[in-house]
Each structure stands twice: as structure tokens, then as C-alpha cells.
T-cell receptor
Framework: IAGITQAPTSQILAAGRRMTLRCTQD?????MYWYRQDLGLGLRLIHY???????GKGEVPDGYSVSRANTDDFPLTLASAVPSQTSVYFC??????????????FGPGTRLTVL | GQNIDQPTEMTATEGAIVQINCTYQ??????LFWYQQHAGEAPTFLSY??LDGLEEKGRFSSFLSRSKGYSYLLLKELQMKDSASYLC??????????WGAGTKLIIKP
């Protein structure tokens, strides 16, 4: 069981380019999340999805979009990258189908540098 | 606004005990989580508290006081591998996690 995988591991991107970060989980969790982590700041939620076919905006959604076509995959797209999007991006998932608070499990992260 | 406060950095000695504090102000409360994050790696789950009191898991314990908006993580018999950042997070009324910036724990021999 792999848990959550993310790709790529790291990427250097020119400003203005489009980029999709991939996230796949094999735990059949209904909920998935995208966070960014910057030095000195806590993890900040970009977008989330409570179930396949639905998405929602988190704390810092501007410049990012997501889709949730199925349970396993939750890609994050930067339509036109800017240097302020340089960060480490973590995908996470949790099982909230029981209606109770449940633990979020994280992928290994993608280190993105926008020049 | 919502706020999670924890110390930026702490230093402790191998074999000793350390307490990492976390105070929070959030819109609603649906539980408090502690995660461990080694440098360059993903956060991993350590503990969850939703009721007041102490939860013990081996060398790690976590305490919660909802009336004081306060939690701590207690690490006993410190080992060098415990050198990491410890993240406090509160689940708010929308069931979203609000994260502290993390406490970097340095263990010295």
C-alpha cells in the first residue's frame, strides 16, 4: 500500500508557465486537501474536496485550481505561475465518511520553485 | 481571526523530558492534533485530543484544556531521532485544520 503519492518530487518553473501537481491516494479516503508550507508559516489550505465531484476553496486559493474526477486523484493546477507560489506543496487525505473528525495523512510533498 | 501559537524553537538533552506548548483561538473546536515533521519530509500524525485531559502513547503524551485554549505535547526519554518540528493544529467549526507554524525541537547529546 503506497498511501499517498505526489509528482513531481521537485520542479523549477519559469514564471507564467502552467503546471499541474499530481496527487493520488489508494486508501479510498473520501476527502482530499492541498496545502502549501512556507518557512515560518503554518500549513495553509489551498483547496479541498470532501468527496469525488466536489471541491472547495481554502485559505489561499487564488492562482490555483483543482478537480476531483474520481476518489483517488486530486490534481492541483497553477494556471500561470508567479514567484510567490514558490513553496512546498503537500497533498493530504482523510476518511470523513463516518461523520467524525479523522486524521489527515500526507503525501511526501512537491518542492516548487518559480523563477 | 484564528490563531495558533507555539514556540519557534526549543532545545533539549537526550534522555530528558520536554514540553511543547500550543495555545489557540479558533472559530469553533472539533479537536486538536499534533504532528511530527522531520526536515524535508511530510508531517506524520502523533496524537488527537477532543476532550480535556491527558492522552498517553508510549513516550509521547498530549494534554488539552478547552477552557484555556491550551494544549501541550510531552516527550519523554528523548532520543536523537526526536529532532524534528512539531506542528499543532486545531479543527475549526468548518472541520478545517488551522495550523501553527511549528516548533523546531533540537536534541543535544
Amino acid at each position: 500500500i503506497a498511501g499517498i503519492t505526489q509528482a513531481p518530487t521537485s520542479q523549477i518553473l519559469a514564471a507564467g508557465r502552467r503546471m499541474t501537481l499530481r496527487c493520488t491516494q489508494d486508501m479510498r479516503h473520501n476527502a482530499m486537501y492541498w496545502y502549501r508550507q512556507d518557512l515560518g508559516l503554518g500549513l495553509r489550505l489551498i483547496h479541498y474536496s470532501n468527496t469525488a465531484g466536489t471541491t472547495g476553496k481554502g485559505e489561499v486559493p487564488d492562482g490555483y485550481s483543482v478537480s476531483r474526477a474520481n476518489t483517488d486523484d486530486f490534481p492541483l493546477t497553477l494556471a500561470s505561475a508567479v514567484p510567490s507560489q514558490t513553496s512546498v506543496y503537500f497533498c493530504a487525505s482523510s476518511d470523513t465518511s463516518g461523520g467524525v473528525t479523522d486524521t489527515q495523512y500526507f503525501g511526501p510533498g512537491t518542492r516548487l520553485t518559480v523563477l | 481571526g484564528q490563531n495558533i501559537d507555539q514556540p519557534t524553537e526549543m532545545t533539549a538533552t537526550e534522555g530528558a523530558i520536554v514540553q511543547i506548548n500550543c495555545t489557540y483561538q479558533t472559530s469553533g473546536f472539533n479537536g486538536l492534533f499534533w504532528y511530527q515533521q522531520h526536515a524535508g519530509e511530510a508531517p506524520t500524525f502523533l496524537s488527537y485530543n477532543v476532550l480535556d485531559g491527558l492522552e498517553e502513547k508510549g513516550r509521547f503524551s498530549s494534554f488539552l484544556s478547552r477552557s484555556k485554549g491550551y494544549s501541550y505535547l510531552l516527550l519523554k526519554e528523548l532520543q536523537m531521532k526526536d529532532s524534528a518540528s512539531y506542528l499543532c493544529a486545531v479543527m475549526d467549526s468548518n472541520y478545517q485544520l488551522i495550523w501553527g507554524a511549528g516548533t523546531k525541537l533540537i536534541i543535544k547529546p
